[in-house]
Nanobody, 119 residues
Framework: QVQLVESGGGLVRAGGSLRLSCAAS????????ASWFRQAPGKEREFVAT????????SYADLVKGRFTISRDIAKNTVYLQMDSLTFEDTAIYYC????????????WGQGTQVTVSS
């Protein structure tokens, strides 16, 4: 099993920055990719960003390109999401998720961390 624990959420003013962390434990050597998702009240969960674990190849949702940066520290088994130029529309619960090698779905999810952006 893999356990994921997010941290770093909080309240920030529009235009500000926040960095989220996702600490992975357990059988982390199984991880192929780690991603961030978010869900605002009354809305569907949506994809934010992803990174492959070994290669560090990244991909982003259009709405966050140029503002958010996903990265990983292999030695610390930690994935980060640096969020800059935040807007009210970024307000959501942010979740970390991981996929195993050869799997087409996310098997592991964190508990989520709240990000609130004031206008």
């Amino acid at each position: 099993q893999v356990q994921l624990v997010e941290s770093g959420g909080g309240l920030v003013r529009a235009g500000g920055s926040l960095r989220l962390s996702c600490a992975a434990s357990g059988h982390t050597w199984y991880i192929y990719a780690a991603s961030w998702f978010r869900q605002a009240p009354g809305k569907e969960r949506e994809f934010v960003a992803t990174t492959t674990w070994s290669g560090g190849s990244t991909s982003y949702a259009d709405l966050v390109k140029g503002r958010f940066t996903i990265s990983r520290d292999i030695a610390k088994n930690t994935v980060y999401l640096q969020m800059d130029s935040l807007t009210f529309e970024d307000t959501a619960i942010y979740y970390c998720a991981a996929r195993r090698v050869g799997k087409d779905r996310y098997d592991y999810w964190g508990q989520g961390t709240q990000v609130t952006v004031s206008s």
